[in-house]
């Protein structure tokens, strides 16, 4: 029975891929012709088949959306807190998120410091946590610099920009990845030690460096 | 189900394999290492794409070929995946060969954090501006030395001589008052630059190299970050704003250091309006150094209509908010070679760069005065002079502070000297005359760097910012019965 609710989620974190992150209406279907759990798809209103295309139904946009949020919230902490091997990472988290339930996401989400983007740089949508409606008790393993106290040091975890200009002073920063950096002060502007050198960078710019504390 | 595309594995490698062929696409005649060359290709580096398309026309849509897909394997530009594994390699190589010792937290760094801490910082900043500025450039430079220049050696020694020598020479009263007269060249261009700017400005620039040379500027631009951004400008832009108090031409000149066209307009016109140069800023102090209160209403007035001026244009003109990052060097104690050296330059650059324009103004205005040109044109500027409550002969200070700004605030030193103003009208003059149009200087620089419709733009509204705030200004003296 779990084979088969994951085979329906998988179905649906694709359709969403295809559809709603491709910009197209519909998918070819000719290939799942005979597969079960696009038959139980369309039982459950998520799914509609109109001349031999797939395509989701507003409610099953909607539970594709959870589906894609879990998956990309378990890669994240797979790669982040648990630093496993890239290779490894679509499998482990393939299996893993079918695992959490509303609360672990929540908390798993709240851990991570709400991330914006999966590993690949793909969006994660945004939970009812992230809009910082519930008041969080879990200490954070991950998050913006942002957050992180002075005289902390972290360890860049990655940096949540696709931005090429950004990027580029990162880089030029030597703000990368696994770079060790100790953040000074937050006022008025943010100051970190890299290295043996020093940065002030602006609040936008710290926005963009998700840490894992130290 | 999803493809990963940064899947360790071949793909992994891809980075590799389009460089190796890149590499083998190129010809080795380039001045660059085949690999150097292929790797900023992959980095969409401009430049080299363009060295690259006129050397070996025929191969550069297949090098955009691959480029485009190894793009397509990366969430990331792909001059990021590179920078990673660049780090990875440097760091592997460092930690074979290097042991770093920890050190312990030395003075400079004590006075570091202090001069970045805002609690700490703003009353250092305070001190740095009273003392480096309003002291040594101000007091010192502007004052003392200035008076001793201008008096002791010029009204009392040359300026007689000269007077003495020409008259005896010449005997056309036009040429004697082109070359002595009031306005003269000698007496008046060549005093005012040699007596009254060369010494404030070299008093600027020397406080200014200090300052620098210690690694002051990064700290300040740290601090100020925050208020800059709300007038559009990034912590960056302190270094043209800070310059701008020694010449303002200079400064707009640097503004080219700015990232944005946005930034570069915001810092222009904030230069042409309300930062004093240091000529004026001489002069200013002098002027207002009796008047302990008007000067601090000055400073206050000023400094309102920057950040008021600025928050406007920045809510106004389109664009996106510049992002700010800084490295902050390890403060140094300076040289004093390498200041006296910088000083120097500067000065020289400076002082060779104005003289002809202090000596051309000296002789326009004879021009002016001999054709009654200016006559009208101070017939002009009567009216709006008057309406700020100031006495008419402050009239001609204004046109000639259009030559040069400094020259203006220089005229109005005269004024003062006669005992033609008080204490209010030297606050509303003084206002008036530091947001006044730029000199003719800046003017020129203004429209050379942001293309002359903005530049003259800028320069009416500077006209007009100015006499409406020194309007202001006056009206509000006047009703509340203050007098300075």
């Known amino acids: 029975m779990l084979e088969r609710k994951e085979r329906v989620e998988e179905l649906l974190e694709s359709l969403w891929i295809i559809t709603v992150e491709g910009q197209k209406d519909k998918s070819d279907f000719s290939l799942l012709k005979d597969d079960e759990a696009v038959k139980d798809l369309v039982k459950m209103g998520y799914v509609f088949i109109k001349e031999n295309q797939l395509g989701l139904t507003e409610t099953g946009k909607m539970e594709a959306q959870k589906c894609i949020r879990r998956h990309r919230l378990a890669e994240r902490l797979m790669t982040d807190v648990f630093v496993e091997k890239r290779k490894l990472i679509h499998e482990t988290s393939c299996k893993f998120e079918h695992l959490i339930h509303r609360d672990l996401e929540k908390n798993i989400c709240t851990l991570l410091g709400h991330?914006?983007?999966?590993?690949?740089?793909?969006?994660?949508?945004?939970?009812?946590?992230?809009?910082?409606?519930?008041?969080?008790?879990?200490?954070?393993?991950?998050?913006?610099?942002?957050?992180?106290?002075?005289?902390?040091?972290g360890k860049v975890a990655y940096l949540q920009t696709g931005n090429r200009d950004i990027l580029q002073k990162m880089i030029a920063m030597g703000v990368l990845p696994k770079t060790e950096i100790l953040l000074l002060q937050k006022f008025p502007s943010y100051v970190i030690q890299v290295g043996k050198s020093q940065f002030a960078i602006d609040k936008e710019m710290a926005s963009h460096i998700y840490v894992r504390q130290v | 189900m999803q493809?990963?595309?940064?899947?360790?594995?071949?793909?992994?490698?891809?980075?590799?394999?389009?460089?190796?062929?890149?590499?083998?696409?190129?010809?080795?005649?380039?001045?660059?290492?085949?690999?150097?060359?292929?790797?900023?290709?992959?980095?969409?580096?401009?430049?080299?794409?363009?060295?690259?398309?006129?050397?070996?026309?025929?191969?550069?849509?297949?090098?955009?070929?691959?480029?485009?897909?190894?793009?397509?394997?990366?969430?990331?530009?792909?001059?990021?995946?590179?920078?990673?594994?660049?780090?990875?390699?440097?760091?592997?190589?460092?930690?074979?060969?290097?042991?770093?010792?920890?050190?312990?937290?030395?003075?400079?760094?004590?006075i570091s954090a202090l001069m970045m801490h805002p609690l700490t910082g703003f009353p250092l900043l305070f001190l740095i501006l009273y003392f480096g500025l309003y002291k040594f450039v101000g007091v010192f430079g502007a004052g003392t030395v200035v008076g001793y220049i201008e008096e002791t050696i010029y009204d009392s020694y040359l300026n007689p001589l000269l007077v003495k020598i020409f008259s005896s020479f010449i005997p056309w009263r036009i040429l004697q008052d082109l070359m002595v007269g009031e306005y003269g060249i000698l007496t008046l261009g060549l005093r005012y630059a040699v007596a009254l700017i060369l010494p404030i400005v070299t008093f600027f620039f020397l406080v200014f190299s200090v300052i620098e040379d210690t690694g002051y500027l990064p700290r300040l631009a740290?601090?100020?970050?925050?208020?800059?951004?709300?007038?559009?400008?990034?912590?960056?832009?302190?270094?043209?704003?800070?310059?701008?108090?020694?010449?303002?031409?200079?400064?707009?000149?640097?503004?080219?250091?700015?990232?944005?066209?946005?930034?570069?307009?915001?810092?222009?016109?904030?230069?042409?309006?309300?930062v004093p140069c240091s000529a004026q800023l001489g002069v200013i102090l002098a002027l207002l150094g009796g008047h302990p209160k008007a000067m601090v209403l000055w400073a206050g007035i000023i400094m309102m209509v920057f950040l008021f001026i600025g928050f406007l244009t920045a809510k106004l003109l389109p664009g996106e908010r510049p992002s700010f990052y800084i490295e902050i060097p390890p403060l140094r104690l300076p040289h004093l070679g390498n200041i006296l050296t910088k000083t120097y330059t500067r000065v020289k650059w400076y002082f060779w760069e104005i003289l002809p324009l202090f000596l051309l103004a000296s002789v326009l205005i004879w021009l002016g005065k001999l054709t009654r040109l200016f006559d009208f044109l101070i017939f002009l500027f009567t009216k709006p002079v008057t309406m700020i409550g100031l006495p008419e002969e402050a009239a001609q200070v204004f046109l000639f502070g259009f030559f040069r700004r400094d020259y203006g605030a220089a005229g109005l030193y005269d004024l003062h000297k006669d005992g033609l103003l008080t204490g209010d009208q030297l606050l509303v003059a003084c206002v008036a005359l530091t947001l006044f149009l730029p000199c003719v200087a800046q003017l020129l620089m203004n429209l050379k760097e942001r293309g002359w419709k903005t530049g003259v733009g800028i320069s009416l509204f500077t006209l007009v910012v100015a006499f409406a705030v020194a309007f202001m200004v006056n009206l509000v003296l006047n009703n509340l019965g203050i007098s300075l």
Request: charged letters at 30%; aromatic letters at 4%.
């Open chain 1, 115 to 153: 991330p914006k983007t999966c590993p690949h740089g793909k969006p994660i949508p945004p939970g009812s946590c992230c809009r910082g409606a519930s008041k969080e008790y879990l200490k954070k393993i991950i998050m913006p610099l942002t957050e992180l106290e002075i005289k902390k040091g």
């Open chain 2, 3 to 110: 493809f990963d595309k940064n899947h360790d594995g071949p793909i992994e490698h891809s980075l590799e394999i389009a460089l190796e062929t890149i590499e083998g696409l190129l010809h080795d005649k380039y001045s660059l290492s085949r690999r150097a060359l292929g790797l900023l290709l992959l980095q969409e580096d401009q430049e080299i794409k363009d060295m690259v398309k006129e050397s070996q026309p025929t191969i550069i849509d297949h090098i955009e070929k691959i480029i485009s897909g190894v793009k397509a394997h990366y969430a990331y530009p792909i001059e990021y995946e590179i920078a990673l594994r660049r780090r990875d390699e440097a760091e592997r190589i460092i930690n074979r060969v290097v042991k770093i010792k920890e050190k312990k937290q030395g003075v400079a760094e004590k």
């Open chain 2, 222 to 274: 740290m601090l100020i970050d925050r208020t800059f951004k709300k007038i559009g400008l990034s912590g960056r832009a302190v270094i043209p704003m800070v310059l701008g108090f020694g010449c303002a031409t200079m400064a707009t000149l640097v503004t080219r250091t700015l990232p944005t066209k946005r930034e570069r307009l915001i810092a222009t016109m904030l230069l042409a309006l309300a």
